[in-house]
């Protein structure tokens, strides 16, 4: 089973409306963060908790938000959806000991209609 | 700030063929460095890093040295398979235990032919 999942793979919605999108990880990693990658642009942070209680805004929050419901899981939300949020969206996990690595889940890849 | 610049794709190379991704960074202390690998509809994969310079980080056939006096990490293998058809990262993490974030370059696709 993979490490890092994320749920839905793919989505589909329309402007407006309220999406979560969720992550699951079974490292025991502490360290968790949310990506988005758009096309020749590369990765930006959206948000990361470094554990349950510690949640901060990457550079690029405005749009979403987080929760962290335990130390495996770390959902995002797009509360409002809309066109220029239509994006493919990573998880990725980090150990504060060996911080140096941060492995990726698969990817959401979110439409907004 | 802290910035990464590679070179733009996308980049066809036939199978057997030599590859060189260039990577240049722009840091104010002194960064760990990283080359992540996408394969087709999957997530980000640690494919090599180097945490100082005249390092040497190697993984697969890849290999990149961190270079200090020119602030690159160049990426190389001597001969690519089709396999090898990816998005490459370059991307930099400051040191220190108050240091968290990636910081990406923009990918660099790589597609290579029988």
């Known amino acids: 089973d993979a490490d890092v999942t994320q749920t839905p793979r793919n989505r589909i919605t329309k402007t407006g409306k309220r999406i979560m999108l969720e992550c699951s990880q079974t490292?025991?990693?502490?360290?968790m963060y949310w990506y988005r990658q758009d096309p020749g642009l590369g990765l930006r942070l959206i948000y990361y908790?470094?554990?349950?209680?510690?949640?901060n805004k990457g550079e690029i929050s405005d749009g979403y938000s987080v929760s962290r419901q335990a130390q495996a899981k770390f959902s995002l939300s797009l509360e409002s959806a809309i066109p220029n949020q239509t994006a493919l969206y990573f998880c990725?996990?980090?150990?504060?000991?060996?911080?140096?690595?941060?492995?990726f889940g698969p990817g959401t890849r979110l439409l907004v209609l | 700030g802290d910035s990464v610049t590679q070179m733009e794709g996308p980049v066809t190379l036939s199978e057997e063929a030599f590859l060189t991704i260039n990577c240049t960074y722009t840091?104010?202390?002194?960064?760990?460095l990283f080359w992540y690998v996408q394969y087709p509809g999957e997530g980000l994969q640690l494919l090599l890093k180097?945490?100082?310079?005249?390092d040497k980080g190697s993984n697969k056939g890849f290999e990149a040295t961190y270079r200090k006096e020119t602030t690159s990490f160049h990426l190389e293998k001597g001969s690519v398979q089709v396999s090898d058809s990816a998005v490459y990262f370059c991307?930099?993490?400051?040191?220190?235990?108050?240091?968290?974030?990636?910081?990406f370059g923009k990918g660099t696709k790589l597609s290579v032919i029988p």
């Open positions: 991307a930099l993490k400051l040191s220190g235990a108050g240091s968290y974030q990636l910081t």
């Open positions: 908790s470094f554990d349950v209680k510690d949640i």
């Open positions: 490292k025991g990693h502490d360290r």
């Open positions: 180097a945490t100082k310079a005249d």
């Open positions: 840091a104010t202390g002194y960064p760990s």
């Open positions: 990725a996990t980090s150990d504060t000991l060996y911080q140096e690595t941060q492995y």
